[in-house]
């Protein structure tokens, strides 16, 4: 992380395949990729198995590695993503997120609710919100998870998802919308009608 002394050091050495720089770098980084790991797949064993399948092929991507140590988190986060996402695809011919209720907790917790709108928490509980966010697009939810549970900026979950920082925002403002319209019906605002993600899709903030 952004505490890691002399990281552009630290991730040429790595490239040159320096056992002490990789097991520093595993060391670090290795909770938070299994955080954002589990948080998808909601089972500690297939997220320690995930977890390890990212760094083996961030170790045989890293000598490929071009941009400076700042770059790095949001590198590993998209080989995580897309070893997470594989794996998704592969068990449900689709893509999904899946939150229990201690993930829910996290998710929402009174740290990330200053982050959000305020019309989108108040009075509402997390079985609510999640209900909530599994309507959103696997975009949007992506974004959510990225920058309000792993505490990316905007410009780091740009680079996990391979988009652009205005695409970023743009993609977050119509989350906190579609939050605020979905949680407004609920408190009997009005019919809304609001896409699914697909009607043979599990939702992917769903409970299984």
């Known amino acids: 992380m952004s505490n890691l002394k002399n990281l552009d050091v630290l991730i040429m050495n790595a490239k040159q395949m320096n056992e002490d720089a990789l097991s520093v770098l595993y060391d670090n980084y290795l909770p938070h990729v299994f955080r954002y790991i589990y948080y998808q797949?909601?089972?500690?064993?297939?997220?320690?198995?995930?977890?390890?399948?990212?760094?083996?092929?961030?170790?045989?991507?890293?000598?490929?590695?071009?941009e400076d140590g700042k770059s790095f988190y949001p590198w590993l986060l998209r080989i995580a993503k897309n070893t997470t996402l594989d794996y998704l695809r592969s068990k449900y011919n689709q893509s999904q997120v899946l939150l229990d209720e201690e993930i829910e907790e996290l998710f929402f917790d009174s740290r990330n609710r200053a982050d959000l709108e305020h019309t989108v928490i108040t009075s509402?509980?997390?079985?609510?919100?999640?209900?909530?966010?599994?309507?959103?697009?696997?975009?949007?939810?992506?974004?959510?998870?990225?920058?309000?549970?792993?505490?990316?900026?905007n410009a780091e979950v740009a680079k996990v998802l391979d988009k652009t920082e205005g695409s970023i925002k743009s993609l977050q403002v119509r989350a906190l919308a579609s939050l605020k319209r979905l949680l407004g019906k609920k408190n009997g605002e009005g019919e809304l009608v609001e896409p699914l993600v697909g009607t043979s899709t599990r939702n992917r903030f769903k409970k299984v």
């Open 41 to 66: 797949v909601n089972d500690r064993t297939i997220a320690e198995d995930l977890t390890s399948e990212t760094f083996l092929k961030m170790l045989s991507a890293i000598s490929d590695f071009r």
């Open 124 to 153: 509402l509980d997390a079985e609510e919100v999640r209900k909530a966010v599994a309507r959103l697009t696997e975009e949007q939810q992506q974004v959510l998870l990225l920058k309000f549970t792993m505490g990316l900026s």
